[in-house]
Nanobody, 114 residues
Framework: QEQPVESGGGLVQPGGSLTLSCVVS????????MGWYRQAPGKSRDLVAT???????SYDDDVKGRFTISRDHAKNTVLLQMKSLKPEDTAVYYC????????WGQGTQVTVSA
């Protein structure tokens, strides 16, 4: 079963920026709409952004205008560029295909705090 590998999280001050990366297999990357999800403590895992194989994107209203999802086809990598980060963006971030119900990776922790 495919298991994405996420990286790039860390501690950042409010207003700061981070870029998350997710590596998957080539076949998985090419055949799926990919998404970034996040799960804050005590809350459900929610979809944040998606990108289709041809690069069309969509965003949750909470991150629209601040986050940018993209694909690096040479590296089978899905990126999430985050700017103007807020404390409420604190969560573990995961990537997976759209509407995934299994095959979750370890995620990467993003903490926004002064």
């Amino acid at each position: 079963q495919e298991q994405p590998v996420e990286s790039g999280g860390g501690l950042v001050q409010p207003g700061g920026s981070l870029t998350l990366s997710c590596v998957v297999s080539r076949s998985f990357f090419r055949s799926n709409v990919m998404g970034w999800y996040r799960q804050a403590p005590g809350k459900s895992r929610d979809l944040v952004a998606t990108v289709t194989p041809v690069g069309s994107t969509s965003y949750d209203d909470d991150v629209k205008g601040r986050f940018t999802i993209s694909r690096d086809h040479a590296k089978n990598t899905v990126l999430l560029q985050m700017k103007s980060l807020k404390p409420e963006d604190t969560a573990v971030y995961y990537c997976n295909k759209w509407r995934a119900v299994s095959g979750w990776g370890q995620g990467t922790q993003v903490t926004v705090s002064a």
